[in-house]
């Protein structure tokens, strides 16, 4: 017993977050992922032949803590015998979450696993758990901490990559999320008995250069990010700044889930399952940290036995534009591959929630495409990077 597959999948609409309430801000985490059980059940999941609930959230504190995952199954009325289990690997959680439940499936320890990740930014913000490494200074020194748009900003001058290119790859990031073709594998959000979203938000279709030039740098202006950045050995960081709040993530609530299992699952689901995963890796970096993703994707590539080239599919979160610019560069990976769908920059970026996104958004251009490998790879703050490949069962 050493496979895992993925029987389905499904996600949530992305929400923009905004001062005042976005559209998602009524809807608690545990409701948002309890929704997709429900979809889930509905496709065909039988909720008592689960064997565990694994969900990824990167801010685990207040209505995302104590346990998000089993609260999230018991609202949605599953069976008391379910249990729910919460990772928390920043950005990554999602990701690792659906990597934790496939690893317990080929081991033969499960059956039968939901994971995936969920994040109420509007409910629960960024930092709200005030961690240690970003509140306090001191430790920042010792560690060389440096917040992961600094990071970003350096990484791009590193490689080279000029504000000109990261306002040109949002704007096709936003034209192709406006362009981009619905799925069913989206499960339109409810309140009160109505849809309240239906579809992803934040793409313009209207999007343009001329725009996004005109727009000031998020952190240029302060002298004492070039402090900070400082902290990162044989780094420099590139006067008055690089990006913007346009080729940054937006931030957006939003939920992920897939149906994991083992052969096994074949019977109990009386359906084939829809993709392998082949590879998996988490890698950590120093200098410069948005390179994670570069590391972990090759680690990941290796472990499938596949290379670049025999890629299909590349979804790689846009933690920052340079994230992907610097991906495609590395790995030798033409444009048309990646993110097909557009990606964080214009449909926002719900932290644990993303990786699992990603993943379904990867399954469903595969099955477009009719196409066999794709590889998802994010990045998180501390120099934390995840990647999964998946081959599409023919």
Same mark, same amino acid.
């Given at each position: 017993?050493?496979?895992?597959?993925?029987?389905?999948?499904?996600?949530?609409?992305?929400?923009?977050? *905004?001062?005042?309430?976005?559209?998602?801000?009524?809807?608690?985490?545990?409701?948002?992922?309890?929704?997709?059980?429900?979809?889930?059940?509905?496709?065909?999941?039988?909720?008592?032949?689960?064997?565990?609930?694994?969900?990824? =959230?990167?801010?685990?504190?207040?209505?995302?803590?104590?346990? =998000?995952? *089993?609260?999230?199954?018991?609202?949605?009325?599953?069976?008391?015998?379910?249990?729910?289990?919460?990772?928390?690997?920043?950005?990554? $959680?999602?990701?690792?979450?659906?990597?934790?439940?496939?690893?317990?499936?080929?081991?033969?320890?499960?059956?039968?696993?939901?994971?995936?990740?969920?994040?109420?930014?509007?409910?629960?913000?960024?930092?709200?758990?005030?961690?240690?490494?970003?509140?306090?200074?001191?430790?920042?020194?010792?560690?060389?901490?440096?917040?992961?748009?600094?990071?970003?900003?350096?990484?791009?001058?590193?490689?080279?990559?000029?504000?000109?290119?990261?306002?040109?790859?949002?704007?096709?990031?936003?034209?192709?999320?406006?362009?981009?073709? &619905?799925?069913?594998?989206?499960?339109?959000?409810?309140?009160?008995?109505?849809?309240?979203?239906?579809?992803?938000?934040?793409?313009? #279709?209207?999007?343009?250069?001329?725009?996004?030039?005109?727009?000031?740098?998020?952190?240029?202006?302060?002298?004492?990010?070039?402090? @900070?950045?400082?902290?990162?050995?044989? $780094?420099?960081?590139?006067?008055?700044?690089?990006?913007?709040?346009?080729?940054?993530?937006?931030?957006?609530?939003?939920?992920?889930?897939? +149906?994991?299992?083992?052969?096994?699952?074949?019977?109990?689901?009386?359906?084939?399952?829809?993709?392998?995963?082949?590879?998996?890796?988490?890698?950590? =970096?120093?200098?410069?940290?948005?390179?994670?993703?570069?590391?972990?994707?090759?680690?990941?590539?290796?472990?499938? &036995?596949?290379?670049?080239?025999?890629?299909?599919?590349?979804?790689?979160?846009?933690?920052?534009?340079?994230?992907?610019?610097? /991906?495609?560069?590395?790995?030798? /990976?033409?444009?048309?591959?990646?993110?097909?769908?557009?990606?964080?920059?214009?449909?926002?970026?719900?932290?644990?929630?993303?990786?699992?996104?990603?993943?379904?958004?990867? +399954?469903?251009?595969?099955?477009?495409?009719?196409?066999?490998? #794709? +590889? @998802?790879?994010?990045?998180?703050?501390?120099?934390?990077? $995840?990647?999964?490949?998946?081959?599409?069962? $023919?």
């Amino acid at each position: 017993m050493s496979e895992a597959f993925v029987y389905d999948a499904v996600r949530s609409p992305r929400g923009r977050v *905004r001062k005042g309430g976005g559209t998602l801000a009524e809807v608690p985490p545990y409701e948002l992922f309890g929704q997709l059980l429900n979809g889930l059940e509905v496709r065909g999941c039988p909720p008592a032949a689960v064997d565990d609930l694994i969900v990824g =959230v990167s801010t685990p504190v207040g209505e995302q803590g104590g346990d =998000v995952g *089993r609260a999230a199954l018991l609202w949605a009325g599953w069976p008391d015998s379910v249990p729910g289990a919460v990772v928390s690997r920043l950005c990554c $959680s999602g990701l690792d979450a659906v990597e934790a439940g496939a690893a317990r499936v080929a081991a033969g320890f499960a059956d039968l696993v939901v994971a995936g990740g969920v994040e109420s930014m509007s409910r629960v913000p960024m930092l709200a758990d005030r961690p240690g490494i970003a509140v306090d200074a001191g430790l920042g020194e010792r560690t060389g901490f440096v917040t992961i748009g600094v990071s970003a900003d350096v990484t791009a001058a590193e490689y080279g990559i000029t504000r000109a290119e990261l306002d040109a790859f949002a704007v096709r990031s936003h034209r192709k999320a406006s362009a981009a073709v &619905g799925s069913g594998s989206v499960v339109p959000v409810h309140k009160g008995g109505s849809v309240v979203l239906a579809a992803d938000e934040g793409a313009r #279709a209207d999007a343009c250069v001329s725009a996004f030039a005109g727009l000031p740098t998020l952190f240029g202006a302060d002298p004492s990010w070039e402090r @900070v950045a400082r902290r990162l050995p044989g $780094s420099a960081f590139p006067v008055g700044g690089l990006h913007t709040i346009a080729t940054a993530p937006q931030l957006a609530d939003g939920a992920s889930a897939l +149906l994991l299992g083992n052969r096994r699952a074949e019977h109990l689901l009386g359906r084939a399952p829809v993709a392998r995963i082949v590879g998996t890796a988490q890698t950590a =970096v120093r200098s410069p940290l948005l390179t994670a993703p570069v590391s972990a994707a090759r680690v990941a590539l290796q472990r499938a &036995g596949i290379s670049a080239r025999d890629l299909d599919v590349v979804e790689v979160n846009e933690s920052f534009a340079v994230t992907p610019l610097a /991906l495609m560069r590395e790995l030798g /990976l033409d444009e048309a591959r990646v993110n097909p769908s557009g990606g964080a920059v214009a449909v926002g970026h719900p932290l644990g929630a993303t990786g699992g996104i990603l993943l379904t958004q990867a +399954l469903d251009e595969l099955r477009r495409r009719d196409g066999e490998h #794709a +590889l @998802v790879a994010i990045p998180a703050a501390l120099g934390l990077g $995840s990647a999964m490949v998946v081959r599409r069962m $023919s």
